[in-house]
């Protein structure tokens, strides 16, 4: 067997870009792409399917099952040294396997069988440890990184519940996970780590979330509602920490952290094709791809309108009638912001923040389009059938922070399922609780709650305990005995 350091210092491969194919819905749609430009990466079943320079697998269930086509439809076959079964690590090693399942054997003899250590399981030798949380796209990635692969393509590498129609026959979400969204954070972490260049093959429908750490369980969710409704591949940008100027002058300076973030959407877009801008403290019912369908009819910016304040902000001198850009479809192209050159016009007086904020002073009036429907932007309230996307805006009763919130009814539920599908992890929900961000009862399951208050019960009843054990023994010590009768008592 070949350790994989071994084999990526073979470099078995020419310098072509890869593609990584996964079994989504997307996978039909292969035939529409020149394969030939790139290396072709299958996980699992793919192989059974189309023909790849690697087969990856996990779970030594997919090898038995899929021998004939691994033989002959693929290169090489990578794999755990300790591969899963029922979806989990176990002890048993690969080589454990040839008699049961002859064609690994014949793999090794051929020199094509391909071996690393996943994490979770005990490494073998010192070979580096391949992480994979949830799905096995994300050891893929892993690997592919470590390789030192600089662009990658995928298809078929999906969110939602479905597989494409080639593998109908097969049971999705066999791990027991609600859907596949929770690779995707995973695979941007992966990306960021290697500075892999990397998008679906079929243009995605870029989403800028503009979000500071407080509202990261509030962007978590939104990117779960979009994907769940979505029949596009999304990728999804929550815009933390970019390098952003202060301005100088305390009275343009943004009103809260990512203010000023939208401006850096063209360029994060590499100035090509659009890029949408909503806010964190949101929350979508309805499929993008709408928003993808509307034409800029000679516009750079197009937005929603909304004249009348909801009932929720009627008196409040905070809400601004007319355009509302906290939705914004941009022309990436034609859009050539540079946040510095942005924030040195406040600092110049050539703007200020309100003209900057509320009118988008930096885009010439006949540029800005407000033909986005207003149910794609409704403020603090919702209509069964026609929301397509509610904003939360007033932040006491935002309903990740009040139990109060009217909304609560709406929001919560899509919160349990992103929790469920790991979108949102337990130690970030944690976290921001602890921080005031978040309200506690969002920061563990119901089930971990009830452990939770019972050990804490247990606890003080075993402290309690041991206090009455002390005054017991203390009043028992024959010096206090003596002490106590001589006072009489």
């Avoid at 990578?78 to 399942?101: C, G, N, S, T, W």
């Avoid at 990397?198 to 979330?209: K, S």
């Avoid at 369908?293 to 309108?305: D, L, Q, S, W, Y």
């Amino acid at each position: 067997m070949i350790e994989l350091r071994e084999w990526i210092a073979s470099k078995p491969f020419d310098e072509k870009p890869w593609l990584l194919l996964g079994k989504g819905p997307t996978f039909a749609r292969r035939g529409e792409f020149p394969l030939d430009e790139y290396n072709l990466m299958g996980l699992n079943d793919v192989p059974t399917e189309q023909k790849v320079d690697v087969a990856h697998v996990i779970d030594i269930d997919v090898v038995e099952k899929n021998a004939e086509a691994l033989r002959d439809n693929a290169r090489f076959l990578v794999i755990a040294r300790r591969p899963h079964v029922d979806f989990k690590p176990r002890e048993k090693r690969l080589e454990d396997y040839f008699d049961q399942i002859p064609v690994l054997r014949e793999l090794d003899e051929q020199g094509r069988l391909v071996w690393y250590n996943a994490r979770g399981s005990a490494p073998i030798d010192d070979s580096p440890e391949i992480g994979v949380r949830f799905f096995s796209s994300e050891a893929a990635m892993n690997i592919l990184g470590e390789m030192g692969v600089r662009k990658v393509r995928t298809l078929g590498i999906d969110g939602g519940t479905d597989y494409s129609t080639e593998f109908s026959a097969l049971t999705a979400l066999e791990n027991e996970r609600p859907t596949f969204d929770a690779q995707f954070r995973e695979l941007e972490d992966i990306v960021a780590k290697y500075g892999i260049d990397y998008d679906p093959i079929i243009e995605p429908m870029r989403v800028f979330c503009g979000c500071d750490e407080s509202q990261l369980v509030a962007a978590r969710v939104l990117e779960y509602s979009i994907r769940k409704h979505a029949s596009r591949p999304v990728r999804f940008y929550p815009m933390l920490n970019l390098p952003t100027p202060v301005p100088k002058d305390q009275k343009n300076r943004g009103r809260t952290g990512f203010s000023f973030s939208r401006f850096h959407i063209p360029k994060l877009a590499g100035y090509k094709g659009r890029g949408l801008y909503v806010d964190a403290d949101m929350q979508v019912f309805g499929d993008i791809a709408e928003l993808w369908e509307i034409p800029f009819e000679g516009a750079k910016v197009m937005c929603t309108r909304q004249d009348e304040p909801p009932e929720q902000w009627k008196g409040s001198s905070w809400f601004h009638p007319g355009r509302q850009l906290s939705v914004m479809m941009l022309d990436c192209e034609r859009l050539d912001w540079d946040i510095d050159e942005i924030v040195g016009g406040l600092d110049e007086g050539r703007y200020d923040y309100q003209q900057l904020m509320f009118e988008l002073c930096i885009v010439d009036e006949g540029e800005i389009n407000d033909n986005i429907p207003p149910v794609w932007n409704h403020l603090e309230h919702y209509v069964d059938g026609e929301t397509k996307l509610l904003h939360y805006t007033v932040v006491p009763t935002q309903p990740w922070k009040n139990d109060k919130s009217p909304l609560k009814a709406l929001w919560e539920p899509e919160f349990q399922e992103a929790r469920a599908a790991g979108v949102v992890h337990p130690q970030e929900a944690l976290r921001l609780a602890r921080r005031g961000h978040i309200k506690p009862s969002l920061a563990l399951p119901k089930e971990k709650k009830v452990a939770t208050a019972m050990s804490l019960a247990a606890a003080q009843l075993r402290r309690a305990m041991g206090m009455a054990e002390q005054r017991i023994g203390f009043f028992r010590n024959p010096r206090v005995m003596k002490l106590r009768a001589r006072v009489g008592l």
